[in-house]
């Protein structure tokens, strides 16, 4: 009774809930290693949310040995990278990044006339959106969309391909190892429902 209570007055806030959810930071430190590779727009994003080594710094992590770092960041890249290059080579003309996390995909892909619309918790959306759209041109604008979405659940995920035309290209880069088995057979049932209906690649 006493904490049903105590729950009650708590504010759920994006703030509360990044703290609470290691996700974000995973997300957060994938910009800045992005960022610390040299990538101009990463680091202007970097630069906006106030990220640096202190608030990126993982506690223990003087204790990972240096190749092991290096690994770790070139898996990264290479992942984020490569996905980049496989749809630009497909020639896709819609791209749905489920999670779009905090990367600078929506700059990328838009200077491409590739239709970008960004899914992820509305925590992450209502950040980073604001963010983008202090960086990103005019042209760039009329490609960019960010939507609060559940991937479990596909009203929600459907709701975000509302106005897409054409065949898509969906992207889960970063998300399966979080969601469980019955997690995992639901998104892949959503997925599976949404190229039904438009067409294009997983």
């Keep these: 009774m006493e904490l049903n209570h105590i729950l009650k007055d708590i504010e759920i806030t994006p703030e509360l809930l990044e703290r609470t959810n290691p996700v974000f930071q995973t997300a957060k430190f994938t910009l800045y290693q992005l960022a610390a590779s040299g990538d101009l727009y990463a680091g202007k994003i970097v630069k906006i949310l106030g990220l640096t080594d202190e608030t990126q710094g993982a506690k ?20 984020f990278r490569g996905m980049m290059q496989y749809a630009l080579d497909m020639g896709v003309k819609n791209f749905v990044d489920l999670p779009c996390g905090y990367t600078p995909r929506s700059l990328m892909m838009s200077e491409q006339g590739i239709h970008f619309t960004g899914c992820d ?7 980073f959106s604001s963010v ?49 088995d019955s997690e995992t057979e639901v998104l892949c049932s959503n997925i599976a429902a949404l190229l039904k209906e438009f067409g294009g690649c997983w």
């Design 60 to 79: 223990g992590a003087e204790k990972i040995r240096p190749e092991m770092l290096i690994c770790n960041f070139l898996m990264m890249e290479t992942r």
């Design 121 to 127: 918790l509305p925590a992450v959306v209502e950040e």
């Design 132 to 180: 983008i759209d202090k960086i990103a041109s005019p042209e760039q604008k009329k490609y960019i969309r960010y939507c609060s979405v559940d991937a479990t659940n596909y009203q929600s995920l459907r709701k975000a391909f509302e106005g897409i035309d054409g065949e898509v290209c969906i992207s889960t880069e970063g998300l399966m190892m979080y969601l469980t």
